[in-house]
């Protein structure tokens, strides 16, 4: 069995009073870091997701421009390249990590399936590469980026669960919809 962590996108954006902060993300990035303290022996591998997107365009639609962010399609600006709202939360600690990814690069891009390292390496790639059955995802948000992280992995063929104590969500009404919708995919839900 090779196992392999997905950490997504716990980045200052995401994270109380950043561009599009989510309540508990702070925690999340605390938390993530006391369980891999404690069980990086448990995982081969450990990935990490960053949303990396243009300043210089609205990134396929993802960015409101020309009107209100609806927070479900269109957002308020975010996690732009180089900017310190696109910085890995400081509690977060990135030392155990084997991958950064980078995605959304002029696209909207909710799977870390969809980012590639900084050389140009595919996720799906790596995981095949590394041979990875195995996969934990925890992270933010719970509706947007772990949903379709969690469900493109499953979609790899891979046993996947949501660590649900170390993930938080946009809103709360699509959060409890998305571990729904994973648990009917096959995703067991599990607690750190
Ligand atoms: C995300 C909304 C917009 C996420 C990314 O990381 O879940 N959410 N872009």
Redesign the pocket.
């Known amino acids: 069995m090779t196992r392999a962590l997905f950490i ?2 716990v ?1 200052n954006d ?1 994270t109380e009073g950043g561009a ?1 902060g ?1 309540d508990g993300g702070a925690a999340v990035a605390a938390g993530v870091s006391r369980y891999l303290d404690e069980n990086r022996g448990s995982y081969d591998l450990v990935f990490a997701s960053r ?1 990396w997107h243009d300043a210089s365009n609205d990134n396929g639609g ?1 960015f409101a421009t020309d009107a209100a962010p609806d ?1 479900e399609g269109t ?1 308020p600006v ?2 732009v390249a180089g900017t310190p709202g696109a910085e890995y939360h400081p509690a977060l600690d990135t030392s155990e990590v084997d991958f950064h990814i980078h995605k ?1 690069q002029g696209v ?1 891009a ?1 799977s870390i399936y969809e980012g590639s390292t900084t050389d140009g390496i595919a996720v799906r790639d790596l995981i095949e590469a590394h041979a990875v059955d195995s996969i934990d995802v925890v ?10 992280s969690a469900l493109d992995a499953r979609e790899h063929g891979k046993s996947v669960r949501v660590l649900t104590d170390l993930v938080a969500g ?1 809103a709360a009404e699509s959060s409890e919809h998305a571990l729904r919708e994973l648990e009917a995919a096959g995703v067991e839900l599990a607690h750190s």
Not at 139 to 148: L, P, Q, S
């Open positions: 997504i996108d980045q995401f599009l989510v949303d993802h927070f957002w975010h996690c959304g909207p909710y992270g933010i948000a719970t509706d947007y980026c772990v949903r379709a946009v």
